[in-house]
């Protein structure tokens, strides 16, 4: 899962991304709503996390924007500001939940789960394909009921090829999904990922395949 955190509290920002990361998600930080415009407008994130009280103006204010491109990107906001006057206007500006600072990380987590299961945003919590099973909400894989322990890069990229099992995956779509901004990514850094990922589902008898794509990217497909 990839979340954007548009946040002006840098000390706040570094240590809500650490606890995401610690929770197997990729959260890319900007501190104001300009950039946070910039980087939803890429529509590579499952979720945005998004504070009032930025430099350039009210977050919500970003919300309204988003929508009007397109974009549907489930959006919470995080804020200070918990006056119920506060928290109608940010649900009436299109807000999917609206959590109130100090919180507990674990209810953040909750509430982040609840808006990536809304029907509008995927027909199915499971992917099933070959003996493998993929949980998009717990973030669970499974072989033939057996918990398949991926560490988070794998995790993060068997998410993303299965969200689109069957179809070519460009490598810039795949980094995307796996690597946040701040990630040093070397050349090869992608393919050693696949090779164990790889190696990994065979070994535990997932009935999936990877390919190389040469020059393009990776395919995830039923074994045949």
């Known amino acids: 899962m990839r979340i954007l955190l548009i946040e002006d509290e840098l000390e706040f920002a570094a240590a809500l991304t650490l606890a995401l990361k610690h929770y197997d998600m990729v959260a890319d930080h900007v501190p104001t709503l300009g950039e946070g415009q910039a980087a939803a407008m890429g529509d590579v994130h499952d979720a945005i996390v998004l504070d009032r009280s930025l430099p350039d103006g ?24 918990g006056d119920l006057s506060d ?41 099933r394909i070959g003996l493998l099973a993929f949980d998009l909400v717990a973030r669970l894989a499974e072989v033939e009921g057996r918990p398949l322990e991926l560490p988070r890069r794998e995790l993060l990229l068997l998410e993303a090829l299965l969200r689109r099992r069957g179809r070519t995956v460009m490598r810039s779509v795949i980094e995307e999904s796996v690597y946040g901004f701040d990630d040093d990514i070397q050349s090869n850094t992608l393919d050693s990922h696949v090779s164990r990922l790889r190696r990994k589902l065979s070994e535990a008898g997932a009935g999936v395949e990877i390919h190389s794509i040469r020059g393009i990217g990776y395919l995830l497909r039923e074994a045949v």
């Open 58 to 81: 009210d977050g919500v204010a970003l919300i309204p924007r988003l929508r009007a491109m397109g974009l549907r990107t489930p959006v919470i906001v995080l804020t200070a500001r």
């Open 87 to 127: 928290r109608v206007v940010g649900l009436d500006a299109g807000a999917d939940d609206y959590l109130v600072k100090p919180f507990a990380i674990e209810e953040l987590l909750a509430r982040l789960r609840a808006v990536l299961r809304r029907p509008a945003r995927m027909a199915s919590d499971t992917v």
